[in-house]
């Protein structure tokens, strides 16, 4: 995990490597789009605050977060050069069993995904109670969820490389 106390927009810089040869892609849910779209930068924003060239980042949007499993396994095919993709998505809990249906749905899909490629798949998906609580996960006071997940995408992409080199050995 890349965050340091409660917020998650902290994490040390020291310990993050260089992505300035990674390539990623980012796919957006547009359901909560004030959320989603407040993820995606702080997303963004690490990845070129770490080395990222802008021209390394590849955005695609989906409707939905159940829509971010096929965006997910899409991309990965049309980018294989990718080294990371990381999903934004953002399901607020109602008064239906929905909102557990589809957060089980994209979980289990994810990991799917982590399991049948090479290209990691990073979660960046607010699975609150209310909005308030995605407010403050998005940007808000406890920091920005897609900042952690870029984070966690660089380390990915770097454990990516060093495989390929071990197994290459």
Known sequence: ?????????????TTIPNAKNFRFGIVVSEWNE???ENLFQGAFEALLENGTLK???VRWNV???FEL???????????PMLDAVIVI???????TQHFDFVCEGVTQGIKDLNIQSDIPVIFCVLTDNNKQQSIDRSGG??????TEAAIAAI??????KEAKFYSAE
Do not use: W
Not at 1 to 13: I, P
Not at 141 to 146: F, S, T
């Open 1 to 13: 995990m890349a965050t340091v106390g409660n917020n998650l927009s902290q994490y040390d810089k």
């Open 141 to 146: 006071k406890h920091g920005n969820k897609g």
């Open 63 to 65: 409707p939905g977060s």
């Open 69 to 79: 499993i096929y965006g997910a396994k899409t991309m990965q095919k049309s980018y």
């Open 34 to 36: 004030a959320i989603t």
């Open 55 to 57: 021209d390394n980042i």
């Open 89 to 95: 998505g953002n399901v607020i809990r109602g008064e």
């Open 155 to 160: 380390k990915m992409a770097q454990l990516k």
